[in-house]
């Protein structure tokens, strides 16, 4: 069974370590789950490009991550950070420590010889070995920016910043306006990533934010395509419970695309298949039982990934969803 | 009195903490001396922009070098450095610790903002704060290369290496046909250098590798002409003391271009401002009194950099011969 995947970075990482576990229990010669992962937050600091997403699923499907975090690598040294202050360089808000250098260094130094993100990903996951097939989802750069208001102009106007600088040194706290997918317009999806849906038995969207994740990999040419031409059937997972996020501040976003932050309202966001959305099935969590998606089989199921028995449970089940869905 | 100095790296570092000493101690009043500083060794290691010279010269004056080793950060750590070798990454004989990685971090990121180096030398120079007004040769780049036999031709082809690659790698143990100094040609003078040298009342070249440090200076364009054309007297030091490097190896430098690695070979190499070279004064070791340089006074001096006082009295001796033979 050949299984595609969608996700962004902590929330979906946790998820893939789930569905790695029940593909390998439940479907021992099945190929690798093939992940595709959002790009739109990657960022050039100290001109080193910078991939947090695909980081994260390295790192955690590769045994690096520090778990407590849930992001940088285990065991981290901050010293080059702590000498990066001391020349009055920030930014201080981003977490970049000694090891997790090493991986912007290699990525910078293979992108500025001409690879594409693509070949650099994979040349880090021969280290990784993630037990998963996993692609950006471009090589091309995309960066998701926020429209705010401008605190330093009396007059009321507007600015965008990066996703990042909005995400984590603004802890998602000022009202976005606006999410701007910088070039996602013209972004071709990476090698291999329609083929991997176009061949697959089924498509699972891991529960990570549905606007800066998953909306920005469905905003890549040709990728909405693909899901609506698939022969698999595609199932998400909610990743609103009970009316908040699971992890991470996906409120902050709904509200910015004026989605309520509900399980169902996500769900309908998706849509189904049927009338131009992406679903087949949608996983909600059984607090979230009453949710109604037209087209689209919702199933409820516990949905906190509170330890690796209920991420494996979660896999399963959207494993055994989509495919009773199957057309 | 206004000192203009040519250095390379860890030699002239040293000899520059006695010069700043010596001008501290018996010019109070005066303005800082000017380092020109070579760059040729410079390098591009993932995608940074690492300029050795520069570093240690700065580091030393600074006070953030490893006196035991003579470059690189005191208290380094080498985290960064052992997860590029997790990735197969090299080149392992390149010693990038974590600290000095934030220097050349805030350089790259400075260069490719489209600053030039001498500018980003003297924003790094905010924090270090070396005494001195510390000047790139050029901000044009330079690099050298060093031609080689092939190991990898049977037919006995000959191939060029980067300096840093024969250097540190090869232990200057191979041997060199030719150095190959790409860009000096085209180089322009750094903004400063040549003013400084117009305006300077002594100029002092340090006891660096009359080859690929102090050469690779000479080589850039207008350099020569301004030691021609100052009226100051222009004093330098002997690297080599009784037939050997004080440290390094510029033997096998020397024997490259035909010199013979002897203090009068090195003075003869340099040559007298009268016959087109670049001397008034040439310092010698006590043991090489015996030098004659013609057209350029030979003074025999003690030339070992044992201690701060011993460097200190180098430095004041340079000073006197330049200043004995002003014309």
């Keep these: 069974m050949r299984v595609t995947a969608f996700a962004g ?10 569905l790695r576990a029940a593909m390998a229990a439940d479907r021992p010669g099945a190929p690798p789950v093939t992940v595709v992962c959002n790009t739109g937050d990657d960022l050039t600091l100290h001109s080193l490009r910078i991939c947090p997403d695909l980081d994260t699923v390295m790192y955690t499907l590769g045994g690096g991550i520090d778990a407590e975090r849930g992001w940088g690598r285990v065991d981290e040294t901050w010293t080059a ?4 202050a001391a020349y009055g360089v920030g ?3 981003f977490g970049l420590g000694d090891r997790d250098l090493a991986t912007h260094l290699v990525r910078t130094q293979m992108l500025d010889a001409g690879y594409p993100l693509s070949a650099v990903t994979a040349a880090l996951c021969e ?5 998963v097939s996993l692609l950006p989802m471009s090589d091309d750069r995309v960066e998701t920016h926020v429209v705010i208001d401008d605190p330093d102009d009396p007059a009321g106007g507007r600015r965008a910043i990066h996703f990042q600088q909005w995400w984590l ?7 976005a306006h606006e999410f701007v997918q910088v070039g996602v317009a013209d972004a071709r999806p990476a090698p ?6 176009g061949a697959a038995d089924l498509v699972v969207i891991a529960p990570s934010n549905p606007v800066v994740s998953i909306g920005t990999i469905l905003g890549v040419r040709g990728i909405r395509e693909a899901l609506a031409d698939t022969a698999a059937p595609v199932v998400a997972l909610s990743p609103i419970v009970g009316g908040a996020p699971l992890r991470g501040m996906a409120d902050a976003c709904l509200s910015a695309i004026g989605v309520e932050t509900s399980a169902e309202a996500v769900g309908r966001h998706y849509g189904g298949r ?8 949608w996983l909600v969590d059984t607090r979230d039982a009453a949710a109604t998606v037209p087209g689209v089989d919702v199933h409820a199921v516990p ?6 028995g209920a991420t494996l449970a979660m896999a399963r089940a959207a494993i055994a969803a989509g495919l009773s869905g199957r057309r």
């Design 9 to 18: 970075g902590i929330g979906g990482s946790r998820f893939l370590l789930g």
């Design 81 to 84: 950070r702590t000498e990066l």
């Design 91 to 93: 930014p201080e808000w």
């Design 127 to 131: 280290r990784w070995r993630p037990g």
């Design 169 to 175: 040194r603004h802890h998602a706290e000022l009202a």
């Design 192 to 197: 291999g990533v329609l083929d991997s849906i």
């Design 274 to 281: 049927g009338a131009g959305g992406v679903l087949d099935a």
């Design 303 to 308: 949905l906190l990934m509170t330890d690796a």
